[in-house]
């Protein structure tokens, strides 16, 4: 049984923010420069951070983002920050997803929080503070992709913070650029009225290519070696940190078996009452954490999945589990191979693997 007692690397609103992305997945061209700091229209939804990126914005931010979930004018419990949410589907690229966290008032706490965001690169030309921060989610990928950025900025007694997340490329598709989201997240607070007056300037995406070492605390729940052991793979993983999410990639993703594996954690830090209002979804599993579900599914290979198209559907076996405030989803998702482990083993090493962990 593991013990491994993890940290959260930037204390913020991330967390919720990842988790307005979930519940709102759950219930269903590169901008030109510019200066300007005239704020668009408000869009009047009752909800600042919906009025503050309004959907036009947001739509030349990212080809295709429209508003995802439900974008309440109340803030979700237990959070400090309205939340706004967008998203992409495209056949071939996809689905992208850009989040809107606003917290207003802010404390002089989470002021300083935001301005001491680590390996945050400065940005000029927007409110009295703001930086990008690239976390590297799809270095390691065909591409080597820099692709998941977050705009942090804060202006007078406000913070807004800003994820922008591409998929990794597939076959056919361009690479995720680092570079134009980070243009266009900026431009988007710019245009949001967040312009000081000043030149807008954007820094360069970090080089791209796979890290060397990883100290990202989600990764260190289960190793690399305990995953493969757990699902029988025999290819060694790419590892694809993310700030609060970790992803391993085994082997040939089109290609039936267990080397077909991604597997990934995520672990949001003080959620589990937010999910908890909602009703956990899923069969009821005992003996793991203080509460915690099973969900299944299945969907056909190709663009939607992030895989090469096949004949052999992709089965996806989530748990989600709670541990005092703290909500952790495990999700295995492999091509079955009739000569394989079946389903239903499949879903037996899978909650062996997460039931000891601690987060």
């Known amino acids: 049984m593991r013990n491994r007692q ?26 030109a420069g510019g200066t300007s700091s ?25 080809s295709g983002l429209v508003p995802v979930g439900q974008n309440s004018p109340a803030k ?34 989470d002021i300083s929080r935001a301005k001491s965001t680590s390996d945050c690169s400065p940005v000029a030309g927007i409110g009295d503070f703001a930086c990008l921060q690239w976390t590297g989610y799809f270095r390691g990928e065909a591409g080597g992709a820099s692709a998941n950025v977050v705009l942090i900025a804060v202006r007078g007694n406000e913070t807004l913070e800003m994820p922008y997340v591409a998929p990794p490329p597939m076959a056919g598709s361009g690479v ?21 007056g000043t030149a807008l300037g ?18 260190a729940l289960i190793s690399p070696d305990e995953v493969r052991q757990a699902f029988g793979a025999k290819t060694q993983p790419q590892i694809l940190p993310g700030e609060g999410s970790c992803r391993y990639t085994f082997g040939d993703l ?3 078996g267990p080397d077909s594996l991604v597997f990934s954690s995520e672990v949001l830090k003080g959620s589990a009452s937010a999910l908890s209002a909602r009703g956990m979804p899923g069969e009821p599993l005992d003996g793991v954490g ?12 190709g663009p939607k999945s992030l895989r090469p198209a096949g004949d052999v559907p992709v089965t996806i076996l989530s748990v989600m589990v709670v541990r005092g405030q703290n909500l952790a989803t495990f999700t295995a998702q492999v091509l079955i191979s009739p ?5 239903e083993q499949t879903k037996d090493q899978l909650i062996t693997l997460v039931r000891g962990v601690s987060f």
């Open 76 to 109: 979700p419990q237990g959070s400090k920050a309205y939340l706004c949410t967008y998203s992409s589907k495209s056949k071939d690229a996809g689905a992208t997803f850009l989040s809107v966290a606003l917290t207003s008032p802010a404390s002089a706490a």
């Open 38 to 62: 005239s704020r668009a229209p408000s869009s009047s939804t009752g909800n600042p951070a919906c009025d503050l990126i309004t959907p036009e914005i947001a739509a030349k931010a990212g």
């Open 202 to 219: 954007v820094p360069a995406a970090p080089p791209v290519g796979p890290p060397a070492t990883t100290n990202n605390a989600v990764c």
């Open 254 to 256: 089109g290609t039936p």
């Open 6 to 31: 993890s940290r959260w690397i930037r204390p913020g609103v991330t967390p919720v923010a990842m988790l307005a992305l979930f519940l709102a997945l759950a219930a269903c061209s590169q901008p």
């Open 290 to 301: 203080d509460k915690a579900a099973f969900i299944m599914r299945t969907e056909p290979a």
């Open 176 to 196: 995720p650029d680092g570079d134009a989201m980070a243009r266009a997240l900026s431009q988007a607070a710019v245009d949001a009225g967040w312009g000081n």
């Open 339 to 343: 000569t394989g482990p079946t389903t």
